[in-house]
């Protein structure tokens, strides 16, 4: 069997971790509708693979970054989370912050 696609990956694979439905409800304390209505509205990154969703660990850890500098910052937890919009990215207003 050959590897060809995979040259040097296979290195950069150990930092990827998969989470699954059970995992991430229990992160967010969400329900098991909650968690489906947050993927239908594209709230949160997952990729399916037959009948499972998966998460991966890294987008799930920029949430809860995302989460709790919007909390800090009076913003309502509830609104959903744009990893990609820049205001979501910044970090916290703290002079000892690297960034802040």
């Known amino acids: 069997?050959?590897?060809k696609g995979?040259?040097?990956v296979g290195a950069n694979l150990n930092k990827f971790r998969l989470l699954r439905d059970d995992d991430i409800m229990s992160?967010?304390?969400i329900s098991r509708t909650s968690l489906h209505r947050w993927k239908k509205n594209g709230y949160i990154p997952y990729l399916k693979i037959g009948s499972?969703?998966?998460y991966l660990?890294?987008?799930i850890q920029k949430m809860l970054n995302t989460l709790s500098r919007n909390t800090?910052?009076?913003k309502d937890p509830d609104d959903p989370i744009?990893?990609?919009?820049?205001k979501d990215?910044?970090?916290p207003d703290n002079p000892g912050h690297p960034r802040g």
């Open 57 to 59: 660990s890294e987008d």
């Open 6 to 8: 995979f040259r040097g």
């Open 27 to 29: 992160i967010f304390s």
């Open 89 to 91: 990215q910044e970090a």
């Open 1 to 3: 069997m050959s590897n």
């Open 52 to 54: 499972i969703s998966y």
């Open 72 to 74: 800090r910052r009076g």
């Open 82 to 86: 744009d990893l990609e919009d820049p």
